[in-house]
């Protein structure tokens, strides 16, 4: 394979990892903890502050999205395994890591959305 064609096939999974992350709104994503016991919304770990940094991107002026993180875990490049959500404490600076594989998958259940997300 060429380079160029390499280039464009990681360029075209790029486009296609950023637009299966980017359903994921702050509204998803609070649900999302909420149905997994975290009722009273998200406190740090280390402080005990609710002052949790959301980062969010948006392309366009479109709906934004939480802001995903690439862990360099090894394995494949663009498996889902290697993105993380980074919610950081304002107050402390101690960093939340969230996986973003259950919670597409958990937003692919609640919208019975067959399509199933590659890992």
């Known amino acids: 394979m060429?380079?160029?064609t390499r280039k464009q096939i990681e360029q075209d999974l790029d486009n296609e990892l950023t637009?299966?992350?980017s359903v994921v709104t702050v509204d998803k994503f609070h649900s999302?903890?909420?149905?997994?016991g975290l009722i009273r919304?998200?406190?740090?770990?280390?402080?005990?502050?609710?002052d949790i940094g959301v980062p969010l991107m948006s392309f366009l002026g479109g709906t934004?999205?939480?802001?995903?993180?690439?862990v360099d875990g090894g394995g494949p490049p663009h498996s889902?395994?290697?993105?993380?959500?980074r919610l950081p404490c304002n107050n402390c600076?101690?960093?939340?890591?969230?996986?973003?594989?259950?919670?597409?998958?958990?937003?692919?259940?609640?919208?019975?959305n067959g399509a199933k997300s590659d890992r």
């Open 93 to 112: 600076g101690f960093v939340h890591s969230f996986a973003v594989y259950p919670v597409l998958k958990w937003i692919e259940e609640q919208e019975g």
């Open 19 to 21: 637009k299966m992350l």
């Open 64 to 70: 934004p999205f939480l802001n995903y993180s690439k």
């Open 80 to 85: 889902l395994y290697n993105y993380e959500y």
């Open 32 to 36: 999302f903890l909420t149905d997994r």
């Open 2 to 4: 060429d380079k160029e």
């Open 41 to 50: 919304g998200l406190t740090c770990r280390m402080c005990g502050s609710d």
